[in-house]
């Protein structure tokens, strides 16, 4: 069955609940927790990253430098206390559309 993908910016808005990330390890988180089913690319989650920050969705952050980055640090993310009432709305949005009768309709 092919359902239709996930917008890059709510998927990372979604998984960052989870706790704080760096671009790869959101990457995965959401590939883990979907079981495979929603794969984002590099090409479009730092695009995304760097806009939910701009929107002050987001804030970044450094970690130390790693060695094999070559020195260089991680840069993390973490959701903004207005990040955290946008997810809440998100999932209020998404629950609002399905519920038991319509999850039995379509058994």
Do not use: C, W
């Not at 970690?63 to 260089?72: A, D, I, Q, T």
């Not at 998100?90 to 519920?99: M, P, R």
């Amino acid at each position: 069955m092919l359902v239709p993908p996930l917008n890059a910016k709510t998927t990372l808005l979604q998984v960052l609940g989870f706790g704080d990330g760096y671009g790869l390890e959101l990457i995965e988180r959401v590939k883990d927790r979907t079981q495979g089913r929603v794969v984002l690319h590099q090409g479009s989650v730092y695009p995304a990253l760097r806009s939910l920050e701009r929107n002050g969705l987001v804030e970044s952050y450094e970690s130390k430098p790693v060695p094999e980055r070559g020195g260089r640090p991680r840069i993390y993310y973490t959701l903004t206390g207005k990040g955290k009432t946008v997810i809440s709305e998100q999932l209020e949005i998404v629950n609002s559309l399905f519920n038991e009768e319509v999850l039995q309709a379509s058994a």
